[in-house]
């Protein structure tokens, strides 16, 4: 592009769009769905009967952990990592935490899915939140 | 949920409006518009990545089946070689690079107001 194109152009300065950028942060953490991820957090991080859950199931993955890359764990190590799993993932605290987050991630994508229409670029992608 | 889904967050929706316009109307997006403006109606172009493409899905689907020959890598080279002095080609790359580097800039801005990474948050998994 020449000079004379990009001064045909009325670009947005950086400040300008830095600050965008700010009030849109400002904006989504404003949401209800946005407050109730954070209030869900908190909830999450102060039940105890949630961590210990959450706990005991980190810690038999872990032990585990050689045997699962091996595709190697026993039948009752899998039904005991299983019954594990199913006690975390039932505590109320974690099935509101998930039911924020999934919330929250809705109007991200939502958000996302627009700026990537305006820009022709996947935002997400763009952003490297790759999966795996 | 969808953009008119953002309908009842009206304080969302004009701050995401605000942004995806500032956002194009910034200079490495104002640029990299040009550019692929430029390479959308240059069929040389075009033509010249759908010919790299399909001689790379050729090549690999002949190193399957050990049937690569020094003239199939001679043509892809010669492709690659074509692509990579091609103007068009060359600026609408780099503008692009240009514009996911300064996105992931405004990225960081936002995740670092709302304590997460928002890219994270909008991003769908496919694991």
Same mark, same amino acid.
């Not at chain 1, 039932?90 to 924020?100: H, L, R, T, W």
């Not at chain 2, 049937?67 to 199939?72: H, L, R, S």
């Given at each position: 592009?020449?000079?004379?194109?990009?001064?045909?152009?009325?670009?947005?300065?950086?400040?300008?769009?830095?600050?965008?950028?700010?009030?849109?942060?400002?904006?989504?953490?404003?949401?209800?769905?946005?407050?109730?991820?954070?209030? %869900?957090?908190?909830?999450?991080?102060?039940?105890?009967?949630?961590?210990? %859950?959450?706990?005991?199931?980190?810690?038999?993955?872990?032990?585990?952990?050689?045997?699962?890359?091996?595709?190697?764990?026993?039948?009752?190590?899998?039904?005991?990592?299983?019954?594990?799993?199913?006690?975390?993932?039932?505590?109320?605290?974690?099935?509101?935490?998930?039911?924020?987050?999934?919330?929250?991630?809705?109007?991200?994508?939502?958000?996302?899915?627009?700026?990537?229409?305006?820009?022709?670029?996947?935002?997400?992608?763009?952003?490297?939140?790759?999966?795996? | 949920?969808?953009?008119?889904?953002?309908?009842?967050?009206?304080?969302?929706?004009?701050?995401?409006?605000?942004?995806?316009?500032?956002?194009?109307?910034?200079?490495?997006?104002?640029?990299?518009?040009?550019?692929? %403006?430029?390479?959308?109606?240059?069929?040389?172009?075009?033509?010249?990545?759908?010919?790299?493409?399909?001689?790379?899905?050729?090549?690999?689907?002949?190193?399957?089946?050990?049937?690569?020959?020094?003239?199939?890598?001679?043509?892809?080279?010669?492709?690659?070689?074509?692509?990579?002095?091609?103007?068009?080609?060359?600026?609408?790359?780099?503008?692009?690079?240009?514009?996911?580097?300064?996105?992931?800039?405004?990225?960081?801005?936002?995740?670092?107001?709302?304590?997460?990474?928002?890219?994270?948050?909008?991003?769908?998994?496919?694991?």
């Amino acid at each position: 592009m020449s000079d004379f194109d990009l001064n045909e152009l009325e670009l947005a300065p950086p400040e300008v769009v830095r600050q965008a950028a700010r009030d849109f942060a400002a904006a989504l953490a404003e949401t209800p769905q946005f407050k109730a991820y954070e209030e %869900a957090i908190e909830r999450l991080n102060h039940d105890t009967a949630a961590q210990r %859950a959450i706990d005991a199931f980190q810690s038999k993955q872990q032990s585990l952990q050689a045997l699962l890359m091996l595709n190697a764990v026993s039948a009752a190590d899998k039904a005991e990592l299983q019954r594990l799993q199913n006690a975390f993932s039932s505590a109320p605290a974690v099935v509101a935490y998930a039911q924020a987050q999934a919330d929250l991630m809705a109007i991200c994508q939502a958000s996302a899915d627009w700026l990537s229409e305006a820009i022709g670029l996947n935002y997400a992608t763009a952003c490297g939140s790759g999966c795996c | 949920m969808t953009h008119s889904n953002l309908n009842q967050l009206p304080d969302l929706m004009a701050a995401t409006q605000a942004l995806a316009e500032n956002l194009l109307a910034s200079e490495p997006f104002a640029v990299y518009q040009q550019a692929s %403006a430029r390479f959308s109606a240059d069929p040389h172009a075009r033509g010249l990545i759908e010919r790299l493409s399909q001689a790379q899905a050729d090549l690999r689907r002949r190193q399957m089946n050990r049937g690569v020959t020094q003239a199939d890598v001679d043509q892809l080279r010669a492709l690659q070689s074509e692509v990579q002095s091609n103007d068009v080609i060359v600026d609408y790359v780099t503008t692009q690079q240009s514009a996911v580097a300064y996105l992931r800039e405004i990225n960081q801005e936002i995740s670092l107001l709302i304590g997460s990474d928002f890219a994270a948050l909008a991003g769908r998994s496919s694991c």
